[in-house]
């Protein structure tokens, strides 16, 4: 955890780096490291009567209220603060994040006033979000504007109010759930990827501290005091001297010539990274950047804005090297080389997946029937978009990333207009200004009396995900002229375009005497696509069970994943393992249930030019399909 910790640090030394985001596997401890965090930072001066947390000695770090007092010349009030850890839900609402208006001060005093939002609350605190890949986008888009600016700006009810947000942002996700668009991801300044340990030693002593912790809190508490307040003088004395520190004009060429060659094209990595080793050697009591400070920084700023285009390998970082010393090797284990501690390759996998991969790609698989076989995945240029006329009415169609439907009586989404309440949405997400202004509206006088006839309810607008769930033929037939290599191609671009859209997507996979469902959808795109190689091929073709298959788990998902389902059949047709009855019969039945949960594509891989007496069913399948799309030889 000691790339964590330090990135950490550096953003508690100057927050405007842009935030930490702690990628990794659940339960290797990135939710505790960060509200242990609170612990180490130093207390804060803020304005006692001030809900925005403002510095009471620096005017531009003000809210408008504070700054007219202390141009004006009034003593403000100063009280000292503990720094906190505040929690950001991923059912939060816009209104509860920026603000909105404060009801009792507009019904009471007639006046339009600002109740703050949690970005009042966190600034000059601690903002985590856990789980920030499960956040709504829109939210996103908001919260990491404030964070970039360091003032949120609140529009509310013609209530106008800029406040600061200077506030450290630190973020957990899994990656197994699903990753963020690029363009976000830019926007945090540091990554880290954080893994369980593998020494059993570590892992051991993790237990005991855990142990010990539960036994007696505040001993092993006080145990580790004067460490935490040596951090915390760290940090202290760092935030003092990092204004007065200077890079060095030939680091910064070899920084940004660093950059060039990485084929990074956002501005931000030569900013960040330049930040973040100022904090750096700030923390280490120096006024100069030097090699190490840069190299440090780079590890932590770049790695996340190496992979230019989606679904393109990261390239491998060459970061300018340091002067070795005999120091540099005190990390090291008995027998390794510098590659195995890394645990990582040319191409930046790791060694272990190296060989996996290897081992799976080609040749004759061992098993029961001992004609499976492993092919690879083919380039293919066939189109795999959702069609524009496919979509439902109320959609918008091939240009936006998903779907948008109204919802009313629920507090998500973006408002964008009001409706007298009913019986059927309840008292859920009230529009209260509306419901006041409507009960004025009927000249009762002061004060006003707000009945159950004047309450209106949001109108808001959500995105509906879109769900691409393919069904993936591996048969022997598919093996015939290397046909699933195209198809193997075909599910690829499938879960490119899932990602441009931000869709799920899953695999279910059928060939010999069952089916198998090979990744649930998923946000995880890199899972189908690491999946792919090692996909074996061979057998009978049980297409009516797969389809069985798909019809269930649609069923399955759409009572907690509602949303725009895609059904991708990549197939011959040439079914003949029937589950009870005729497969023509089956196929039918399920084809016809099918196509009322999703929008069904019928991608047909028989080969065109070559004469195939076998018996096919894609006029089948095609019968109930929205589209049936011919590969080509």
């Given amino acids: ?101 404060d009801i009792k001060r507009a019904i009471t005093e007639g006046v339009r006033a600002l109740q703050p939002g949690l970005l009042a609350e966190a600034n000059r605190n601690i903002l985590y979000i856990d789980e920030v890949n499960l956040l709504d986008d829109y939210i996103i888009d908001i919260l990491l504007d404030a964070a970039a600016y360091g003032w949120n700006v609140v529009e509310r009810e013609g209530v106008s109010v800029k406040h600061p947000a200077r506030f450290i942002l630190v973020a957990s ?93 956002t501005s ?53 090297q340091p002067l070795i010393n005999d120091n540099d090797t005190r990390n090291e284990q008995p027998g390794q080389t510098p590659n195995q501690r890394g645990g990582m390759s040319r191409d930046g996998m790791s060694t272990a997946q190296d060989e996996h991969s290897n081992a799976g790609t080609g040749g004759n698989v061992g098993g029961a029937d001992g004609n499976s076989r492993r092919y690879g995945v083919a380039s293919v240029g066939i189109p795999v978009e959702f069609r524009k006329e496919f979509i439902h009415a109320g959609s918008h169609g091939l240009g ?90 075909l599910v690829r671009r499938i879960a490119e375009e899932s990602y441009v859209k931000r869709s799920y997507v899953g695999l279910i996979s059928f060939r010999g005497r069952g089916v198998d469902v090979i990744i649930e959808p998923t946000r995880n795109y890199w899972q189908v696509l690491s999946t792919l190689e090692g996909l074996p091929s061979g057998g009978a073709t049980p297409l009516s069970a797969a389809l069985a298959c798909a019809v269930d788990l649609i069923k399955r998902l759409g009572l907690k994943l509602r949303g725009d389902y895609w059904v991708y059949v990549i197939t011959d047709g040439k079914a003949n393992v029937p589950l009870m009855r005729d497969v023509r019969e089956e196929l039918e039945s399920f084809m016809v249930e099918l196509s009322r949960l999703a929008k069904v594509v019928i991608y047909n891989t028989r080969p065109q030019l070559i004469y195939d007496p076998s018996i096919t069913y894609i006029d089948v399948l095609s019968k109930y399909a929205v589209d049936t799309v011919r590969v080509g030889d």
């Avoid at 309840?426 to 006003?448: F, K, N, Q």
Wanted: charged share 30%; proline share 7%.
């Fill in 1 to 101: 955890m000691d790339k964590a910790k330090l990135a950490l640090i550096a953003v508690a030394v100057n927050p405007l780096i842009g935030g930490v985001l702690l990628r990794g596997d659940k339960g290797t401890g990135k939710t505790t490291l960060v509200r242990s965090f609170a612990d180490v930072l130093p207390e804060i001066e803020v304005v006692a009567d001030c809900p925005f947390n403002c510095d009471p000695h620096d005017p531009q770090l003000m809210c408008d209220s504070c700054y007219v007092r202390y141009q004006r010349g009034e003593k403000l009030p100063i009280t000292i603060k503990k720094m906190r850890v505040i929690d950001l839900p991923l059912s939060i609402t816009v209104d509860r994040l920026v603000g909105t208006l």
């Fill in 173 to 265: 996700m899994n990656p197994e759930e699903g990753e963020l668009r690029p363009q976000l991801l830019d926007r945090f300044g540091l990554i880290v990827d954080v893994e369980a340990p593998r020494d059993q030693e570590v892992r051991a002593e993790i237990v005991r501290r855990v142990e010990e912790f539960n036994r007696d809190p505040e001993g092993f508490y006080r145990r580790w005091e004067p460490e935490i307040k040596k951090i915390r003088e760290g940090i202290r004395k760092a935030r003092e001297l990092v204004k007065r520190v200077e890079m060095p004009d030939d680091l910064l060429k070899t920084l940004v010539e660093t950059i060039i060659k990485l084929d990074i094209r």
């Fill in 268 to 320: 931000r990595a030569e900013i960040v990274t330049t930040k973040t080793a100022k904090a750096l050697a700030a923390l280490e009591g120096r006024t100069r950047v030097t090699m190490e400070d840069l190299q440090r920084a780079m590890e932590l700023a770049l790695p996340h804005r190496l992979k230019a285009r989606p679904f393109e390998r990261p390239k491998p970082p060459i970061l300018p």
């Fill in 400 to 489: 936006s990333r998903s779907s948008f439907r109204r919802i009313v009586g629920q507090p998500h989404g973006i408002p964008y207009m009001y409706l007298p309440i009913s019986n059927k949405e309840g008292s859920a997400d009230v529009d209260l200004t509306a419901s006041i202004v409507h009960a004025a509206l009927r000249g009762a006088g002061l004060p006003i009396k707000v009945d159950w006839g004047d309450l209106m309810v949001r109108v808001r607008r959500v995105r509906a995900p879109r769900i691409s769930l393919i069904v993936l033929d591996a048969s022997g037939s598919m093996n015939f002229m290397r046909r699933i290599e195209v198809a193997k191609g």
